[in-house]
């Protein structure tokens, strides 16, 4: 069945530093891949998102390349902020699996002035 | 503010008491759904509706009753629950039920159970 994997944080940077958070995926389909941030006290919100192969979704500083061939969605973003601690949670929409969302666990990423 | 508006915040119910959460969207969706978030675990899709029917139900114990009004309220019935039941309970709707569009989530409720 689809499946997303995130790698376990929790992820600690120091401002203005490079972050990554890996993400990979199983699906049976041609998904869409989409990154969703959730701040303390609040629900997901959709940071970025891609629907085919090779697209590349940005937001807010924040890139992820759709990788078929790897199956990766891996989230960067080049120098990061107090404000982007948050968890991030990477997911997928499969239309062979009636287009329900598939999300990994989350990512917890706190930025240290 | 994402459109979804979930009521209570916040929670705390003994494990004899019956309660419920309640979701809103005026976003105008036709398919709306019920998460449960906890600790190190992916989230936990637990119901969906599209135009008010049930469409999904992730085999919920029965102690969680969903009800969909209509397309515009959704409702999530608690009764006799358990201590690990305790999560934030999020709700999320969505315009259409196509591959690249996207869910709108609420603030959630945090549940404590005692």
């Known amino acids: 069945g689809d499946s997303v994997t995130q790698m376990e944080g929790p992820v600690t940077l120091s401002e203005e530093a490079f972050l990554t958070i890996n993400c990979t995926y199983t699906?049976?389909?041609?998904?869409?891949l989409f990154w969703y941030v959730q701040y303390p006290g609040e629900g997901l919100q959709l940071l970025l998102k891609a629907t085919k192969a090779d697209d590349k979704g940005s937001n807010k500083g924040f890139e992820a390349t759709y990788r078929k061939e790897t199956t990766s969605f891996h989230l960067e973003k080049g120098s990061v902020q107090v404000s982007d601690s948050a968890v991030y949670f990477c997911?997928?929409?499969?239309?062979?699996?009636?287009?329900?969302?598939?999300f990994g666990t989350g990512t917890s990423l706190t930025v240290i002035p | 503010e994402t459109g979804v508006t979930q009521t209570p915040r916040h929670l705390v119910m003994g494990m004899t008491n019956k309660k419920s959460l309640k979701c809103e969207q005026h976003l105008g969706h036709n398919a709306m759904y019920w998460y449960k978030q906890s600790a190190k675990k992916p989230l936990e899709l637990m119901f969906v509706y599209n135009f008010k029917e049930q469409t999904e139900n992730n085999s919920v114990p029965s102690r969680f009753s969903p009800e969909c009004p209509n397309s515009s309220h959704l409702f999530l019935h608690l009764h006799t629950l358990q201590p690990e039941d305790s999560a934030l309970y999020l709700c999320a709707s969505r315009g259409q039920f196509a591959t690249n569009e996207k869910l709108f989530f609420g603030s959630g409720t945090q549940l404590s159970v005692l």
């Open positions: 997911a997928l929409s499969d239309q062979n699996t009636g287009n329900q969302f598939y």
């Open positions: 699906a049976t389909g041609y998904p869409s």
